[in-house]
């Protein structure tokens, strides 16, 4: 079945080029992971399997989510005769769900080989019947040939430009075979090669074509994929199945130098709609900058020198608007400790964010090392806790908060437990459906160790060190007797304002979200990072605007318990994305299985979670700096 990718090309290739142009002509330097393989002719390259995934097929949606260990007992593929082994992967690719294996393929460099019959499958009625209904999913086999996945070819239908879709598929469910798939059996694998010297040879591509053939009455394997004479593969329910695994390799010289040869399989399908996004949330920031600047300049710096004038009338001097609150703005909220365990943790993940982006822009994240975004992620958190320890630190001193252990303590454990927790919970539908996308034990327990032995001792260092630098000074004080608030105008209640909020900064990025989603759950290839750093910044700088701009309006209608608000308006943009994300449910997707609902359900409120709070931190600590501004230039008597 035809199965549309999308992909991106992002700035890092700009990067590279400044940074290969600022240095000195020198040997070639390749990250780790990603050096080039030489081979010679006759050498074996090795084959890799990895897990089945589900993909989105061209005109349908994304029908499960659950992957498939590619050994998985009911499938029947040929195993080695060596026996199967499992291949040594990084942390993220483990959370990612791949699960890499030897494989029986014998491929030769420059060597061609025709009708290599692998072996002989024998399928039960059951196994046929799980066997036809992941078929209908549109499972896409993965193998990795020198770290390049083995792809099919496709042509985008807008620019006409030829790509190579990662992956190919298990069976055909297409048209005719739309309630009686058929499985696929045969593969033609053509190999390209670089050299430069006709005595070393470099992968530079792999595609797979493949084909359902059925076994002929005389009980010999057949590889004639051009007769239209000859009937494809269908598995009976009702009684064994026995038919062969054959396959065909062609090497095919190409002028694709091994540097560029992911080029390729990064393809964007139509790169207009990324600078649309762009474009759009450049827009929305200049604006509201504008706004904002508009406010401040003129009105706050109006109502500010009208407050120091020393020489006006007493009717003049009177206090109105937000310098009414200037005794209540920073008395302390409700909560005020899950609220500095919240801006810590926020303040952990924005950091990750921050430099996770830094290095994928400098080209260090490259796609041949295949789970390095997850892995990188994962322990630039780990390593970040002594910032949630600081932020909170600073946070819970300077609303007058005391129990700085108990912060400290909760600072350390409630997100990484919270997170584990949901993570296992989902795990546990991973495992009743054998996927193999279930995390196994040992990697929990690395996990468990990265954020209780490592993050968790940061996040105290970091904590006692916020302690030492004490809290942040107020210009103003706060009054004994609480003033009394008098009712807001509809659009500043507290959902209200959050709603509201929410909708510019994801507004800014709501075009690019649609890539991201389709990366996290169809299985897309997503490489623009250029254009998710911009996106980001972006999102990042509304949020603040936003957040500052609603805190101004609070105040003048005297309501001073800004800080929960300034928060939840920073954070306001999770709940759309949430929306978001049933939207794409809906118009994407079609999981029947109960548990691939759930799945997706948790894997989203996890990326909305995540939202929240690294926007609702931003939210927080912009208002929390313009308040300390706006209420040092003014004089109080």
Not at 29 to 46: H, M
Not at 507 to 515: K, R, T
Request: with cysteine; net charge neutral.
């Amino acid at each position: 079945m035809a199965r549309p990718r999308t992909s991106g090309w992002s700035l890092h290739a700009l990067s590279a080029f400044i940074l290969a142009s600022l240095l000195s002509p020198s040997n070639a330097f390749y990250l780790p992971g990603a050096a080039p393989k030489d081979y010679v002719v006759g050498e074996q390259v090795p084959v890799y399997v990895n897990a089945l995934t589900p993909v989105i097929a061209s005109n349908a949606k994304l029908k499960s989510m659950i992957n498939y260990d590619y050994y998985n007992p009911q499938f029947h593929f040929c195993t080695p005769e060596e026996g199967v082994k499992k291949q040594s992967e990084s942390l993220g690719s483990i959370l990612f769900g791949d699960r890499i294996f030897n494989s029986p393929y014998k491929i030769n460099m420059n060597q061609n080989a025709s009708c290599v019959s692998l072996c002989k499958s024998i399928v039960p009625p059951a196994d046929a019947k799980f066997i036809r209904e992941r078929i209908l999913e549109d499972q896409a086999i993965n193998w990795l040939v020198d770290g390049l996945p083995a792809s099919e070819l496709k042509q985008d239908p807008k620019s006409g430009d030829i790509f190579y879709d990662m992956g190919f598929n298990l069976g055909n469910d297409d048209d005719e075979y739309a309630t009686d798939p058929i499985l696929n059996n045969h593969y033609d694998i053509r190999m390209e090669y670089h050299t430069s010297d006709e005595k070393h040879y470099r992968v530079v591509g792999v595609l797979v074509w493949p084909f359902s053939i059925a076994t002929p009455a005389n009980g010999k394997p057949t590889c004639d994929t051009m007769s239209a004479n000859v009937p494809p593969l269908r598995l009976s329910e009702t009684k064994s199945n026995e038919f062969y695994y054959t396959y065909s390799v062609s090497w095919v010289k190409s002028d694709t130098p091994w540097a560029t040869r992911w080029d390729n399989y990064l393809h964007i399908f139509d790169p207009r709609i990324h600078w649309f996004s762009l474009i759009n949330s450049i827009v929305i920031v200049v604006f509201l900058c504008i706004m904002v600047s508009m406010i401040l300049l003129r009105t706050v710096s109006r109502d500010i020198s009208r407050y120091n004038a020393m020489d006006l009338s007493e009717d003049v001097q009177e206090d109105y608007g937000w310098k009414l609150v200037h005794g209540e703005v920073f008395r302390q909220p409700q909560y005020s400790m899950v609220l500095a365990v919240l801006s810590g943790s926020g303040a952990q993940l924005c950091v990750m964010v921050g430099i996770t982006l830094v290095f994928a822009l400098l080209g260090f994240l490259s796609p041949s090392n295949r789970g390095s975004l997850a892995t990188v992620m994962m322990v630039f958190w780990t390593l970040f806790g002594g910032v949630a320890g600081y932020v909170s630190s600073r946070v819970y001193s300077s609303l007058g908060g005391t129990d700085k252990r108990k912060t400290a303590f909760i600072t350390a454990t409630f997100l990484p437990t919270f997170i584990f927790s949901v993570m296992f919970l989902l795990n546990l539908f991973l495992v009743a459906q054998s996927s193999s996308g279930a995390v196994p034990f040992g990697t929990m327990l690395i996990i468990v160790l990265m954020w209780f032995g490592i993050s968790a001792p940061l996040t105290a260092i970091g904590f006692f060190y916020g302690t030492r630098h004490g809290p942040v000074s107020h210009p103003v004080s706060v009054n004994q007797i609480p003033r009394q608030i008098p009712p807001p105008p509809s659009y500043l209640r507290p959902w209200a304002a959050t709603l509201i909020g929410g909708i510019l900064p994801f507004g800014a990025a709501f075009v690019e979200l649609y890539f991201v989603m389709s990366s996290l759950f169809a299985s897309r290839a997503y490489y623009a990072f250029g254009f998710l750093a911009l996106t980001a910044g972006v999102v990042a700088l509304t949020t603040a605007t936003v957040s500052i701009l609603f805190t101004y309006f609070m105040l003048c209608a005297e309501e001073y318990r800004w800080h929960w608000r300034s928060f939840f308006i920073g954070g306001g943009s999770a709940f759309w994305l949430y929306m978001y994300g049933l939207f794409y449910w809906a118009s994407r997707l079609s999981l029947d299985g109960f548990s691939s609902v759930v799945l997706y359900l948790g894997y989203l409120f996890l990326i909305a979670l995540m939202d929240f709070l690294v926007t609702g931190t931003i939210g927080f600590l912009a208002s929390y700096w313009a308040v300390r501004k706006l209420y040092a230039a003014i004089r109080i008597d």
